[in-house]
């Protein structure tokens, strides 16, 4: 029986025998030098004695190094590198994983064991059962950002020249098609009413991802040296989000306390300018301040989202629609801009998305009332409808 993580084994014939890498041919094969014996604790200490002979010459430190090495290792190796190349939001989001999820369950393993069948029960045991909050299992998406997490980090070895298993395949769980929400036109009406009512900037923000699509971290980082009144143009250059405080070490103590971020947006594409639809325009002169004031709180104090999505509730609750998150809003701008024949490639920009595929996979969904309208529209080609309420001559038409 092998001895994990020793390479050494007992043969059909009764000997015991390690393996050691030493290296690869072009075509990419590993090639190993095997030592032989009658016992386990034989190959073993002649093992042990080659290596030690060897590796004062440095030709076998690296590869028997790396062939030992813990994902745990590799995970803080790869981790440490992603630091300066990525967002802070990024990196924090990376390091959770890593220290919440990843790092208890699979850590441990050296980098030779690590197989696709054991990732799939990871993810399956995370489905199930990975709440660290509550019983019960994470959703099929949150599992399968652990999976990417996982594939970057063995993807990071390889390149590295860590002895990752090759070839290995990571499957993601299957995901069901997020629920969508949108406000219908009747809801929208009765939302719009009440916030022109209250006459405040919660309310006020509430029209701006309405009728111009901004995220909630967005709307909250705006500030009013972000307008032109005159020209009429809304840009987004920030938006706010509050994350775990990674701190300077990587273990899973930093986690207790969060921060607030003000960064650039979610993507390059993010950051963006949205003409204001001139009916608008009278509400934004209505509330203008200070350029270095933020348009939710009228000083130089911001909201941060957390804060605001509770008043936002608060709010819809006095109106009959607190079933509604706040990204409803955005998906009911980008639903009414297609109702009302919107150049997909003019609204993906606006909405701030890189390419017309994401604004079409993910925010447009055609109501039901466009849906029936453009099936009517097939009564230009059809006899039946042409023929609509009249005796048909068929025949004739032969």
């Known amino acids: 029986m092998a001895r994990h993580g020793e390479n ?3 043969r059909k014939d009764g000997r015991w025998e390690a393996r050691l890498l030493c290296g690869y041919r072009e075509d990419g094969r590993a090639r190993y ?5 009658k016992s386990y ?9 080659f290596l030690s002979r060897n590796l004062l010459y440095g030709v076998w430190a690296s590869e028997y190094s790396r062939t030992n090495t813990k994902f745990s290792s590799l995970l803080s190796d790869w981790l440490s590198s992603v630091r300066q190349n990525v967002k802070e939001s990024t990196y924090s989001r990376y390091q959770a994983m890593v220290e919440k999820h990843i790092r208890p369950e699979l850590g441990g393993f050296l980098l030779s064991e690590l197989s696709g ?11 199930y059962q990975g709440n660290l909050k509550k019983s019960g299992g994470l959703s099929p998406k949150t599992v399968a950002g652990f999976l990417s997490v996982i594939r970057l980090a063995m993807d990071y070895g390889a390149g590295k020249g860590y002895v990752c298993p090759p070839h290995m395949v990571i499957r993601n769980p299957r995901q069901k098609a997020p629920e969508i929400q949108i406000l219908d036109p009747g809801e929208q009406r009765r939302l719009e009413t009440f916030v022109l009512q209250e006459k405040n900037t919660v309310g006020f923000g509430i029209l701006i991802s309405l009728y111009l699509g901004l995220r909630i971290g967005e709307v909250c980082a705006l500030r009013w040296e972000d307008l032109d009144i005159k020209n009429g143009l809304l840009s987004v250059q920030r938006s706010i989000q509050r994350i775990p405080d990674s701190g300077t070490e990587t273990d899973s103590s930093v986690h207790a306390k969060t921060k607030i971020v003000i960064d650039t947006p979610k993507t390059h594409s993010s950051s963006r300018k949205i003409p204001i639809p001139s009916f608008m325009l009278p509400l934004f002169q209505q509330y203008q301040t200070e350029k270095s004031c933020y348009v939710l709180t009228g000083s130089p104090n911001y909201l941060e989202p957390r804060m605001y999505y509770r008043k936002y509730k608060q709010l819809l609750k006095k109106c009959g629609l ?6 409803a809003l955005r998906h009911t701008f980008a639903t009414r801009c297609v109702e009302n024949n919107f150049d997909i490639k003019s609204l993906s920009e606006i909405l701030g998305h890189a390419n017309v595929a994401t604004t079409l996979q993910r925010y447009v969904h055609p109501s039901l009332h466009l849906k029936r309208r453009h099936m009517d529209r ?8 042409q023929y609509s309420g009249q005796t048909m001559d068929l025949e004739a038409l032969l």
């Open 8 to 10: 050494i084994r007992k």
């Open 33 to 37: 030098k095997y030592i032989y014996g």
């Open 41 to 49: 604790a034989e190959v073993k200490e002649a093992r042990n004695q």
């Open 117 to 127: 069948e054991i990732i799939d029960q990871f993810a399956r045991k995370k489905l």
């Open 322 to 327: 607190e079933h509604f998150n706040y990204h």
């Open 378 to 385: 097939l009564e230009s080609v059809a006899i039946c409808g």
